[in-house]
């Protein structure tokens, strides 16, 4: 039989390889550790942060709608432009079909013509490039497909 060195030499460098691998992990840790540690002073725990105006003036509609507003107080003409975003309109010459809207930021739905779309909104009329949305007390909006 032949005598195996092989495992030999294998007891000899195996602990100090491992050794040496668990050396490596354990600075790689500390410089991660180092690297992602925050730099300046932490916040006080009681510190309460201003919101900016742009985040209030978003929230104003929201408001209104909770204290009992009207949707045509709530909503300024501005507002419910940036509110609706139209997709895509299936519609024939008869005004039949759909409109794909996204509305409040949420996944875009199909519509029919006198759907509801969102609180005080409906849709009033379709067409090929665009939908007309009305509400109670304000100026009808008409929202078009852009040109390609």
């Given at each position: 039989?032949?005598?195996?060195?092989?495992?030999?030499?294998?007891?000899?460098?195996?602990?100090?390889?491992?050794?040496?691998?668990?050396?490596?992990?354990?600075?790689?840790?500390?410089?991660?550790?180092?690297?992602?540690?925050p730099?300046?002073p932490?916040?006080?725990?009681?510190?309460?942060?201003?919101?900016?105006?742009?985040?209030?003036?978003?929230?104003?509609?929201?408001?209104?709608r909770?204290?009992?507003?009207?949707?045509?107080?709530?909503?300024?003409?501005?507002?419910?432009?940036?509110?609706?975003?139209?997709?895509?309109?299936?519609?024939?010459?008869?005004?039949?079909?759909?409109a794909?809207?996204?509305?409040?930021?949420q996944?875009?739905?199909?519509?029919?013509?006198?759907?509801?779309?969102?609180?005080?909104w409906?849709?009033?009329?379709?067409?090929?490039?665009?939908?007309?949305?009305?509400?109670?007390g304000?100026?009808?909006?008409?929202?078009?497909?852009?040109?390609?």
């Amino acid at each position: 039989m032949w005598p195996f060195h092989v495992f030999a030499r294998t007891e000899r460098w195996l602990p100090a390889a491992v050794a040496a691998l668990c050396w490596a992990l354990a600075a790689g840790g500390a410089l991660l550790w180092w690297l992602h540690a925050p730099s300046g002073p932490a916040a006080p725990l009681g510190a309460v942060a201003e919101r900016a105006p742009a985040q209030v003036a978003a929230q104003t509609p929201a408001v209104l709608r909770a204290l009992g507003h009207t949707a045509a107080e709530a909503e300024p003409a501005g507002d419910a432009q940036r509110r609706f975003v139209l997709l895509g309109v299936v519609a024939g010459a008869s005004g039949q079909g759909a409109a794909l809207l996204a509305v409040d930021g949420q996944p875009p739905q199909a519509f029919v013509q006198g759907q509801r779309v969102a609180e005080g909104w409906r849709v009033d009329s379709l067409s090929a490039k665009g939908v007309r949305l009305a509400a109670a007390g304000v100026a009808p909006l008409q929202l078009t497909l852009p040109e390609r």
